[in-house]
């Protein structure tokens, strides 16, 4: 049998997150088993197994990109040769919400209560996500306000 190219792994981890994602929205963290993933995702068990240790793993899996999906938006609004002002930044990021990523979210931050893995993950995205949503009102401030990158940040 021919080995996986990294980017067919990569590939593959993906297709079994955005299935668990799927199944997590639908049947939340508790009732979602690997056997619905499997279903879901078209791939065999065994599959699944060769890339995630258990639902746990996937769990973390599926938050981290969930979460990083939305740190990779407020990143590009940062990097943008015109940032967005602070209401069109939060009214950007309202609009891209996805129901039911927005449900396993709500649900992710609830088992950060109890999963220490989880809570890392959410803790670590969240404070990405504050630091990037800071760099964008201050590239705002500093290339449409036409403010000095050091008053940008202080006011």
């Given at each position: ?9 990569e ?22 088993s ?8 078209g ?38 040769d ?34 220490p ?32 990158p ?6």
């Amino acid at each position: 049998m021919p080995r996986l190219t990294d980017a067919r792994k990569e590939l593959r981890r993906t297709q079994i997150t955005e299935a668990a994602v799927g199944c997590f929205s639908r049947n939340g963290l508790e009732r979602t088993s690997i056997a619905g993933i499997t279903a879901e995702s078209g791939l065999s068990t065994g599959s699944i197994y060769a890339h995630y240790r258990g639902k746990a793993d996937l769990v973390r899996a599926s938050a981290h990109a969930l979460l990083a999906k939305r740190a990779e938006a407020l990143g590009e609004y940062a990097a943008s040769d015109s940032p967005p002002d602070p209401d069109e930044l939060l009214a950007r990021l309202i609009a891209t919400i996805d129901p039911a990523e927005a449900l396993v979210g709500v649900r992710t931050w609830g088992e950060a209560t109890t999963d220490p893995a989880i809570r890392g993950i959410v803790v670590d995205t969240v404070d990405r996500m504050r630091a990037m949503a800071l760099d964008c009102v201050t590239a705002h401030l500093a290339k449409v306000e036409d403010l000095a990158p050091a008053r940008a940040t202080t006011g």
